[in-house]
């Protein structure tokens, strides 16, 4: 079992284009679920939305990839007004189905054989990387540069760059929102909606704003994940959601910071377990485990810490008890 | 007891209209339901036993054909290549007639000892159709779809992509050829629905029952549904009893699965006052947990129970219908029947529906909540787990995520109905079974459950508290 070349796997995840989607999407939800109480369980449709929208502008409309990403950023607007009008104003639980369910629609969509041409049905899309790769300021280097395990192709850190701006502006980005007057109705909404409207707030307008805020950043999650990988249906699963949920939750729902370190914590204990449970399997330190067992262990620890979490830490670990005590 | 019950109580602000709902008609429902004896029974109306007529047996149509690489006898030394493998059940249809036309003009072939065909093609990147000649067949099979959708199987578009290379699989299995009328495909589809939409009933009952009386939106009520099918699987096959054994074996392991699902997790729980939210999410984490926990046993394949593939039954036309195919909808019918006679006319039944109407009430008139609700998570798990086994038929196969994907239609056939009624969750399956099956006339099957989920959106746009909801529930 060799100890470094696994913790150097884990390291190396951190700052993976994965990792980065993941943070974006994370504080997306927050924006939805943290702040604004919004019950949004159709995550992986929002990523899914902002990936195909961009990866279909630049494959069959063949534009520069900056405008391909603002039609990413279009369709989740889209997407998210869809979702919104005939659910935020019924209870917390339909928009979690409606969303769910539309998430779903948006997978079959894009896996479907009818619009094979387009959306490259199963296999996904790809090849759509060029003019992203072109427009890349760094000096020409070859081979992987960095430090340890953060060593990467100049292509890869061009994503890395892009995807880590993008999270600092949106942090700050949410942050002064959420201490603007906006930011405080949005909070009063999740608190108390009725209360809200008794100060003749639209709650419905307000919460759609939020819906439309959140996914917009979900999908820039979406589009920096295609950016540095290739686009495939079987990603944008409703498992997806989940996972992005157990981050948030992790790192603090109701927090700035709290999306972040619940997504890059989220994977780098994915990644640690595994690359650890397997090599246990082969030392035989789990002997009633098969290689491929041990992969579906993962999981099973996922689900387990999603319960464990929403029960005893439901604030997570930034959060503050008093700020969010899933109202409703 | 009132108190750990807190969290049922709904608040009754109706948005936009800031309507109260008064509390003595809640309560006058409440007396209303433990008064009542009347009988009527929705599933009776349906009277299945005359449209027990028939089926397609082009569902189990085997999926025959792989993708070959191209036999030797390749005719001419033009680069490109389609190709394909004729077989029905495994063994090769030798000397099938095969054309192919696009860019090159027509091209003919023939399949060899194999079953193997192939044609040598000048250009890529274009689009060929290629055609079975299926009066080259042996008598009484086809190619066949399972979708419906497409008219004429036998015929298809490729397109010969970069790599140079496609491969043309044709699904050959007992079927009637091409020539299906539309009007029995109509038959086909609705009998089919009818069957999907009794077998989701079951599962969607009991996802009904559980939201009604505690208020959880249960997402591991599809790990039920698997389960049943796995507990069937155990006893069916690994065991291996008869499989009339086996089932009830299963429901039963199902049922103490639902109790154990209540008792060790969902009771303390509510004994903590976790919110509806928070126990929407442990769910969903529950859900995770028992998927891959179940992957482990079985992998990530798919097995079959005994029998899933038997003889079909010809009526009229080109419908057909397998024994699997009544015994399911009998049992389902069956079933539903008597549970409508259980919820409607026991004293558990009423307390049952007593509970879901309004459980501090019920509380407060000497009702065992709590007995009320470990006795739902049991049905609830019986249902759910024999769902699970027909949809084992239906699918056909045992899959560690085949309840899941399922999921989703199940609580649109809840929320279509009315969430936390029962006959709304009946109402509702068969809507979407309908639905799903009779769609996939027009649209592509990989898009047919598209088609109920898009149902489900518009419906909260017009009738949110679904067809036999009440309005209180959606505010």
Known sequence: ?328 | MLTSYRYRTFRSTAIGSAKVIPRKQTAGTVLRMLNQHSTPVPARRRRLGTALIAIAGVLFALWATISAPPPAHAADGDPYRVSGNVQLDGAPLPGIAITVDGPGGVQSAETDADGKWSVAVPERNADYVVTLDESTLPEGIAVVDDTGADETPNVREVHVGPGGRVSVNFFIGAGERHTTSFFDQLVERIINGLNFGLMLALASIGLSLVYGTTGISNFAHAEMVTFGALMAYLFAVVIPWPIWVAIPIAVAASAVFGYLLDAGLWRPLRRKGLGLVQLMIVSIGLSLVLRYIFQMFIGGGTVQLPGSVPESLELFGSVRLTIVDIASMATSIVVIVAFAIWLQRSRIGKATRAVSDNASLAAASGIDVDRVVRIVWIVAGALAGLGGVLWAYFRPGIKWDMGTSILLLIFAAVILGGLGTAYGALVGSLIVGLLVEVSSLWIPADLKYVAALVILILILLFRPQGILGRRERIG
Do not use: C
Request: hydrophobic share 60%; aromatic share 12%; glycine share 10%.
């Open chain 1, 1 to 328: 079992m060799d100890i470094l070349q696994i913790l150097s796997n884990t390291a190396a995840q951190i700052l993976s284009p994965t990792t980065i989607g993941f943070v974006l999407a994370a504080i997306g939800l927050a924006v939805h679920f943290g702040f604004t109480g919004l019950l949004n369980m159709g995550v992986a449709g929002f990523m899914a939305v902002g990936a195909y929208g961009f990866a279909i502008s630049i494959l069959t409309f063949g534009l520069p990839w900056w405008v391909a990403a603002f039609i990413g950023i279009l369709a989740a607007v889209v997407f998210a007004l869809i979702l919104g009008i005939p659910t935020l104003r019924l209870r917390g639980d339909y928009l979690a189905v409606v969303t769910i369910a539309a998430a779903e629609v948006v997978r079959l969509l894009f896996l479907t054989t009818a619009f094979r041409p387009v959306t490259g049905s199963a296999d996904g899309l790809s090849g759509f990387h060029t003019d992203f790769r072109a427009s890349n300021p760094l000096p020409q280097f070859s081979g992987n540069v960095g430090f340890g395990p953060w060593s990467y192709s100049r292509d890869q850190w061009w994503v890395i760059i892009v995807g880590v701006i993008l999270v600092v502006i949106v942090l700050l980005f949410v942050w002064a929102l959420m201490r603007s007057p906006w930011g405080r109705v949005i909070k009063g909404i999740r608190e108390d909606e009725d209360a809200v409207r008794a100060l003749g707030k639209n709650v419905f307008s307000f919460k759609m704003q939020a819906l439309v805020v959140g996914g917009v950043i979900i999908a820039l999650g979406g589009i920096v994940t295609a950016m540095g990988t290739n686009v495939n249906p079987n990603v944008y699963v409703t498992s997806q959601t989940f996972y992005i949920w157990t981050a948030l939750l992790l790192g603090g729902a109701a927090t700035i910071f709290g999306p972040v370190l619940g997504a890059v914590l989220f994977w780098v204990v994915r990644a640690l377990l595994s690359n650890l449970l397997p090599a246990l399997v082969n030392i035989g330190a789990l002997p009633f485990l098969s290689g491929e067992q041990s992969q579906m262990l993962v999981f099973v620890l996922i689900g387990l810490a999603l319960m464990l979490l929403v029960i005893f830490r439901p604030q997570g670990i930034l959060g503050n008890r008093k700020e969010l005590t899933f109202v409703k």
